[in-house]
């Protein structure tokens, strides 16, 4: 068996989730997002939530180790994945091209969503969580339909906790310092593809879908 993948890159805020989230939906790619991972493991409290718990608040990035770990665990048994969130470096990158190499598996897209910094900063504060389901509204352009509550389990939505302006800026320095350059490590593979994300979702899944064409 072939396991094959696509890692979608680009800064917070650039609409990776969602992305992913429809590509999980109409082609079955399983959705494997570190962050949400992480937010789930600092929820329950385990081990790996205790550490990575402060490094989130701070917009740091959390330990490899512990990352490589999580990412390990997902993609048991997994044979179509889209990876959200990682890699986040080089080292990251060239640990997931040995577990690629392990369990034969390939990655065959690095998609970069494009988006400028003033729409990043305006696209996170205006983000809102469903605590329940963790579905994502955006108050301008996504807006739930009853005020400030989520439509499937009408629970009062709120802001992730690392969405405010000071973390903000550093996760995007984050980005620009460490994930950035992986934007030249797919490159030198043959694999980037860059998309104009700051186009509608719908437009810009549509753009996914014909780099990846028939999956
Ligand atoms: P965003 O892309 O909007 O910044 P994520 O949900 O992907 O948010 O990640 C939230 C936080 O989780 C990051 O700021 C970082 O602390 C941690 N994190 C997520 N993925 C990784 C990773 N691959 N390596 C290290 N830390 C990570
Ligand atoms: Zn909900």
Do not use: W
Not at 43 to 70: F, Q, S
Not at 133 to 144: A, E, F, Q
Request: aromatic share 4%; hydrophobic share 35%.
């Amino acid at each position: 068996m072939e396991r094959i993948g696509i890692i979608l890159l680009g800064p917070p805020g650039s609409g990776k989730g969602t992305q992913a989230k429809e590509l999980e939906k109409k082609f079955g790619f399983v959705h494997i997002s570190t962050g949400d991972l992480l937010r789930k493991a600092v929820r329950e409290g385990t081990p790996v939530g205790k550490i990575a718990e402060k490094y989130m608040r701070e917009g740091a990035l959390v330990p490899d180790d512990v990352i490589l770990k999580l990412v390990n665990e997902a993609l048991d048994g997994v044979d179509k994945f889209v990876l959200d969130g990682f890699p986040r470096n080089t080292s990251q990158a060239e640990k997931l091209d040995d577990m690629m190499r392990e369990k034969s598996g390939k990655i065959t897209k690095a998609i970069l969503l494009e988006v400028t910094d003033d729409e990043i900063v305006r696209r996170l504060l205006a983000r809102r969580v469903c605590p329940s389901c963790g579905r994502v509204y955006n108050l301008i352009t996504s807006p739930p339909k009853d005020d400030n509550k989520c439509d499937v389990c009408g629970v009062q939505l709120i802001r992730r906790s690392d969405d405010n302006e000071d973390t903000i800026r550093n996760r995007l320095s984050v980005y620009r310092n460490e994930t950035a350059p992986l934007i030249d490590y797919y490159e030198r593979k043959g694999i980037l593809v860059k998309i104009d994300a700051e186009k509608s979702p719908d437009e810009v899944f549509n753009a996914i879908v014909r780099v990846i064409g028939a999956h």
